[in-house]
């Protein structure tokens, strides 16, 4: 027997199990559930309405009347003008204006008369400068554009060529070397013996001769395999003094001198870069150009005669002769100079 519901009661009902279907099936509360939207399978389709202006939700950032907020107007930099809206920059109006007929005029007979560029006699036009140093700033940039056109240097360098703080000849140097030290930065004997599995010899601190390859080349340290041997030794680059390739051993050692008087100090491996002998880049950019024989000594007294090839950060080539070449690592300097002929 079915019992008469009140209006209000029914009401009630039929929201309840209006709210269940909404959670059942994951949807908002301003979607409609109703016979009519269910498919086939008795599945709930959402409809088409759209939602009303206030059920949006406030993360969005949307006014109750449904609107965006308005953004705030652009401020702009202190010293420039206010653009209207929310466009940045000058307005269209506020450029600078054209050179006044007198002053353009000022500036023709300047150019005429004194050979002026446009640009200085606008300087002196405008009264910025006076004409005899605006034709001396003007002969000065003439005179550095002349000298790096002719001689194929830099501005930087043409500059301090004018003004008479470098050669022209050291500027040349400085150049060249600038163009080809790109190709010896990565350069080493330990990534040569590495990549080419050459077999090298190495002068190590304690006067010991190592015969090997180069099994892994790391930033610090190496992996050595000695000749005839199996076993792998671990090595820091520091104990290496000065090395080359294997076939140049006969040509290498008659070569080689020592130095008694530093022999005996005893000095080793100095780790802290603070500490060590340090020889600085432009002195070794005037050796390698220099037609000279540099003499270098280690800090165990070895002593090497030779012609600066190329250099980097961490090694010096050096050709003791014609084809007989050395890697010396600058860790391992103690004191170098310039030989007279």
């Known amino acids: 027997m079915e019992v008469a519901l009140d209006p209000e009661e029914r009401i009630g009902n039929e929201v309840v199990l209006e709210t269940k279907k909404r959670r059942k099936w994951g949807m908002s509360e301003h979607e409609n559930i109703s016979q009519k939207d269910t498919g086939a399978t008795g599945s709930p389709q959402r409809s088409q309405q759209k939602p009303s202006q206030t059920s949006f939700p406030k993360n969005r950032k949307f006014k109750p009347k449904g609107g965006f907020q308005k953004k705030k107007p652009f401020k702009g930099k202190k010293g420039f003008p206010k653009g209207k809206g929310f466009r940045k920059g000058k ?20 150019m005429e008369k004194n050979g002026l560029t446009f640009r200085f006699a606008l300087q002196v036009a405008t009264g910025k400068k006076k004409l005899a140093q605006a034709l001396k700033e003007m002969l000065h940039h003439q005179k550095i554009e002349h000298l790096a056109k002719k001689h194929k240097i830099s501005k930087a360098l043409a500059g301090q060529v004018a003004v008479k703080k470098l050669t022209l000849e050291k500027a040349i140097q400085i150049e060249k070397f600038d163009k080809i030290r790109k190709k010896f930065v990565a350069l080493s004997c330990f990534s040569e013996s590495a990549k080419k ?6 002068h190590c601190h304690g006067d010991k001769i190592l015969r090997g390859v180069v099994k892994k080349n790391d930033k610090y340290d190496i992996d050595w395999l000695e000749e005839g041997a199996e076993e792998i030794i671990r090595m820091p680059k520091l104990e290496v003094k000065f090395a080359y390739p294997k076939e140049l051993e006969e040509k290498v050692m008659p070569l080689l001198q020592v130095d008694e008087e530093v022999k005996k100090r005893g000095l080793g491996p100095i780790k802290r870069v603070v500490e060590r002998y340090r020889i600085k880049d432009n002195l070794l950019r005037d050796y390698m150009f220099s037609p000279q024989k540099i003499k270098f000594t280690t800090l165990e007294g070895d002593v090497l005669v030779g012609k600066v090839v190329w250099f980097n950060l961490y090694e010096i080539f050096l050709e003791l002769e014609k084809e007989v070449g050395v890697y010396l690592l600058r860790h391992c300097l103690y004191q170098w100079e310039k030989l007279e002929n």
């Open 91 to 110: 307005k269209s109006g506020s450029r600078k204006p054209h050179l006044k007929p007198e002053i353009k005029e000022k500036v023709n007979q300047l």
């Open 197 to 202: 599995k050459a077999l090298f010899v190495l």
